[in-house]
């Protein structure tokens, strides 16, 4: 018994999913379409036979609108979908449903073709028309196709076989033109009558592709079969792609790229803006060789190739390639490239890091695999060494790569024997969802440097990056043909200024963009750090417009003695290294988390063995602790009597001359000193400052000696006063909060 309630449970369980789906398809109103479970439908000769469910129109309650046949197991395609057939024979259903819950089958009674399989009910029953997709629609053709294929297929298969259906279809227009649709109005019935046929003519528009656009794909059948293929053409056969331009074809692609099927394999391909904006530090020409060395879905490419096509009526794109040795990269670069209309450019998979291609190029864009310990650097020589004389290479690199030692020995080689025409500090978020890195532009010429400047632009967030990118691109063309910088005019509801001695343009906000020109000298000086942000002079600007409105400036170094943290390892204060210790044996460690509300708070610090104290930094009473490192520019006053070490990220700051330290303290919060630290801060994932370039430091002296004591004074009584409105507020919140309770329960009283 209790088998036999399971066994109905299912049933039940199945039967509901699958109304609900039907509902979905149909889209009735509730009034419209009636469901009865186990409903008794009147057959031809008076028969009568019980069904797992029917659905009633509401105004025909004795004839039912569709039938609906369940089974817990896999479905007999021979026994069941031919009772479901004779059903529908002999009822006046329009409609019949056969599932399991997971594989749906779809049948229609035509009034002179008998009963029609279908790919999905059509809403409210009407019959399905061929469309011609318009700008706005096509949008939901990828969605629909990705929502078809996501059960079964993740990131880039999903994406391949998305591509590869809209490649079939791209076909279809080509070879029939504007008589497409005569050919889907057969694709379409033959899905009525036999799906299973359908997808063999669909096979055969394949191999017929395969065969006239020989190197585009290499397969021999579709990637994919079973009921997804049907579901998926049979939403095809509804669409007409014959009205499609260039720009319908373009905005398709983009939609998929757009669309995050990618990230699956852990990898992540250049994004559409990124690609516009590498591809526009390039005049398009059809006799220029270009080619991309890492050319992954050809996003770059297809860019460069919109470019060409404008000036090249010919439509002739023999002289660009791309190489890759990834064959899945490389096949949906073919794909991309081909519904793009772009049908001879040369696609190779191979290594190029370890093959010596025959030839070179006077164009090459590049975006290598990130992650991968040399290979960027890699990447970037190959790059270099196939450009042609007076070649230019626009090469994406992680932005780690523009300061760290590990790439300095190569920056000397760019600033010494080739002529790097720009640095490009990309945006943080640039890759999201798929990463968090941060990555920068090298624009790069194959000949000795020509002049003295490097072009360079730092974008603040990735908004800006799609509102300034053109401004960049503007000023950057302008400065390579002309010698000189110019910037764009600014839009109306920019903010831009513009300054011949600095050679600078700030739009949109706080410092979101600023474009220069900087001296190879500066960049040698500087320990060939290529990071843009070193030299953005608009900081440098704005922070020498401050200093000449202060009464007076010291360096640092000059009213204090610097003393850096020193890192401990977290093993010397964990619990087995301390536990056996007593607490005359143990010394404070304080990092830059016990910093707080200008005070260090030596409850929550770590302790560490007092032994180590002889190679540790210690602070005493009236020190002042200044954070490098993470969160910069956090300052304390530590104002107790007992020594402590301190952490890497902190730097003393010991008074040279009598002093309050919270005067001092306070002076370190000054705007002026903030604008500074931020233009000494180096690093990108974590941020820090040298002790060394603390030293230069200025910190402003706005008042006369002696005064120091009387702000003091003032600014206590001042905490003290907010200190006494903040408690006085809490107490009247209380009083307020119980008095809310006692109403609430006398009215329930």
């Known amino acids: 018994m209790a088998e036999l309630n399971e066994f109905h449970?299912?049933?039940?369980?199945?039967?509901?999913?699958?109304?609900?789906?039907?509902?979905?398809?149909?889209?009735?109103?509730?009034?419209?379409?009636?469901?009865?479970?186990?409903?008794?439908?009147?057959?031809?000769?008076?028969?009568?036979?019980?069904?797992?469910a029917a659905g009633y129109r509401a105004k025909q309650k004795k004839q039912p609108y569709i039938i609906i046949e369940i089974k817990q197991k896999k479905v007999n395609l021979a026994l069941d979908l031919l009772q479901l057939k004779e059903l529908l024979v002999n009822s006046n259903a329009k409609f019949g449903v056969l599932s399991n819950g997971e594989d749906y089958y779809y049948f229609e009674k035509h009034p002179s073709k008998g009963i029609l399989n279908i790919s999905s009910l059509p809403e409210k029953g009407r019959k399905e028309k061929i469309i011609k997709p318009k700008k706005k629609e096509i949008q939901n053709i990828v969605k629909v196709l990705k929502n078809i294929l996501s059960e079964h297929f993740t990131g880039e298969l999903c994406e391949k076989n998305i591509l590869e259906l809209?490649?079939?279809?791209?076909?279809?227009?080509?070879?029939?033109?504007?008589?497409?649709?005569?050919?889907?109005?057969?694709?379409?019935?033959?899905?009525?009558?036999?799906?299973?046929?359908?997808?063999?003519?669909?096979?055969?528009?394949?191999?017929?592709?395969?065969?006239?656009?020989?190197?585009?794909?290499?397969?021999?059948?579709?990637?994919?079969?079973?009921?997804?293929?049907?579901?998926?053409?049979?939403?095809?056969?509804?669409?007409?792609?014959?009205?499609?331009?260039?720009?319908?074809?373009?905005?398709?692609?983009?939609?998929?790229?757009?669309?995050?099927?990618?990230?699956?394999?852990?990898?992540?391909?250049?994004?559409?803006?990124?690609?516009?904006f590498m591809a526009g530090f390039v005049e398009a020409d059809e006799n220029a060789k270009v080619a991309d060395i890492a050319v992954g879905r050809g996003t770059i490419l297809k860019e460069y190739l919109t470019k060409l096509r404008k000036k090249n009526k010919k439509n002739t794109f023999s002289n660009v390639f791309g190489y890759d040795m990834s064959d899945d990269a490389v096949?949906?670069?073919?794909?991309?490239?081909?519904?793009?209309?772009?049908?001879?450019?040369?696609?190779?998979?191979?290594?190029?890091?370890?093959?010596?291609?025959?030839?070179?190029?006077?164009?090459?864009?590049?975006?290598?695999?990130?992650?991968?310990?040399?290979?960027?650097?890699?990447?970037?020589?190959?790059?270099?060494?196939l450009l042609e004389d007076n070649g230019k290479l626009i090469f994406l690199l992680p932005k780690s790569l523009l300061y760290t030692s590990s790439g300095k020995e190569f920056r000397k080689k760019i600033i010494k024997k080739f002529n790097l025409r720009a640095v490009i500090d990309l945006p943080s978020g640039i890759f999201f969802p798929f990463t968090i890195a941060s990555a920068a532009i090298l624009v790069l010429e194959n000949k000795k440097k020509v002049d003295d400047y490097v072009f360079m632009a730092v974008f603040g967030n990735p908004q800006m990056f799609l509102f300034g990118g053109e401004d960049v691109l503007y000023s950057f063309n302008y400065y390579v043909k002309t010698g000189k910088f110019k910037s764009k005019p600014a839009r109306r509801e920019s903010s831009a200024f513009y300054d011949d001695n600095f050679k600078f343009k700030r739009t949109e906000g706080d410092f979101s963009m600023t474009i220069f020109l900087t001296r190879v000298s500066d960049i040698i000086n500087n320990d060939y750090n290529l990071l843009p942000s070193r030299y953005d002079t608009s900081r440098k600007w704005e922070i020498e417009e401050m200093e000449s409105q202060l009464k007076e400036v010291k360096k640092l170094s000059d009213v204090a003695e610097i003393i850096p943290g020193k890192d401990v390892s977290s093993k010397y204060y964990s619990r087995e290294i301390l536990e056996p210790l007593e607490i005359k044996d143990l010394i404070k460690y304080v990092r830059i988390k016990d910093l707080y509300?200008?005070?260090?708070?030596?409850?929550?610090?770590?302790?560490?063995?007092?032994?180590l104290s002889k190679q540790c930094t210690l602070i005493k009473k009236k020190d002042v602790l200044l954070a490098i490192s993470g969160t910069i520019g956090k300052t304390a006053v530590y104002d107790f009597d007992e020594s402590a070490a301190i952490s890497k990220g902190l730097v003393?700051?010991?008074?040279?001359?009598?002093?309050?330290?919270?005067?001092?303290?306070?002076?370190?919060?000054?705007?002026?000193?903030?604008?500074?630290?931020?233009?000494?801060?180096?690093?990108?994932?974590?941020?820090?400052?040298?002790?060394?370039?603390?030293?230069?430091?200025?910190?402003?002296?706005?008042?006369?000696?002696?005064?120091?004591?009387?702000?003091?004074?003032?600014?206590?009584?001042?905490?003290?006063?907010?200190?006494?409105?903040?408690?006085?507020?809490?107490?009247?919140?209380?009083?307020?909060?119980?008095?809310f309770i006692e109403q609430c329960t006398e009215d329930e009283s």
């Open 9 to 52: 449970q299912g049933e039940e369980k199945i039967l509901n999913k699958v109304i609900k789906k039907v509902k979905e398809q149909l889209k009735f109103g509730e009034d419209e379409l009636l469901f009865e479970k186990e409903a008794r439908i009147k057959l031809k000769g008076s028969y009568i036979r019980t069904v797992d």
């Open 331 to 385: 096949l949906l670069a073919r794909y991309i490239l081909f519904l793009l209309g772009f049908t001879n450019v040369t696609l190779f998979t191979t290594d190029v890091l370890s093959k010596n291609l025959p030839e070179k190029f006077d164009v090459i864009f590049c975006h290598p695999p990130f992650g991968f310990k040399g290979v960027e650097l890699s990447f970037l020589s190959k790059g270099l060494e």
């Open 166 to 276: 809209l490649a079939v279809e791209k076909y279809l227009v080509l070879q029939y033109k504007h008589n497409s649709i005569k050919y889907k109005k057969k694709l379409r019935n033959i899905l009525a009558y036999d799906p299973n046929k359908l997808k063999k003519e669909y096979q055969k528009l394949f191999n017929e592709f395969r065969d006239k656009f020989i190197g585009t794909i290499h397969r021999k059948t579709l990637s994919f079969h079973g009921r997804d293929l049907i579901k998926c053409l049979g939403y095809l056969t509804t669409l007409d792609f014959s009205s499609f331009t260039d720009k319908d074809w373009d905005f398709l692609v983009e939609e998929i790229l757009n669309q995050h099927l990618n990230s699956s394999r852990g990898f992540f391909y250049t994004p559409v803006s990124v690609a516009k």
């Open 597 to 611: 509300d200008g005070q260090v708070t030596l409850e929550s610090a770590s302790y560490i063995p007092k032994d």
């Open 652 to 739: 003393v700051l010991r008074l040279k001359k009598r002093m309050n330290p919270d005067y001092f303290r306070m002076l370190l919060e000054h705007e002026y000193v903030k604008k500074q630290l931020w233009f000494m801060t180096r690093g990108e994932i974590i941020k820090y400052i040298s002790p060394q370039d603390l030293r230069e430091l200025k910190i402003p002296f706005t008042t006369t000696p002696g005064e120091e004591e009387k702000i003091m004074i003032k600014i206590e009584e001042l905490k003290r006063k907010i200190k006494k409105l903040e408690s006085q507020k809490e107490r009247l919140e209380h009083e307020l909060t119980d008095r």
